[in-house]
């Protein structure tokens, strides 16, 4: 499966937030723990409202959580 366009900066963010897990996370955005893990890992590609939901949690904009790849 080739990776998606973009990355992510998902698994840096959790770990400066206290180390928070991949399902507490999930918890907060309301989709699985592993959901949250293949996003991280570029294999999923989040509904916008999903992304949009990952960087309100870290108080982050979108750009700071998601970089697109040219």
Do not use: C
């Not at 080739?2 to 897990?21: A, C, Q, V, W, Y």
């Not at 992304?51 to 959580?65: H, N, T």
């Amino acid at each position: 499966m080739p990776r998606l366009p973009f990355d992510n900066e998902i698994k840096t963010l959790r770990f400066l937030s206290g180390e928070m897990t991949q399902g507490d996370l999930g918890d907060k955005v309301g989709v699985t723990r592993q959901t949250i893990a293949a996003i991280e890992q570029g294999k999923y590609s989040p509904s916008l409202e999903v992304a949009f939901r990952i960087a309100r949690v870290f108080g982050k904009p979108l750009e700071d959580v998601f970089h697109w790849a040219e």
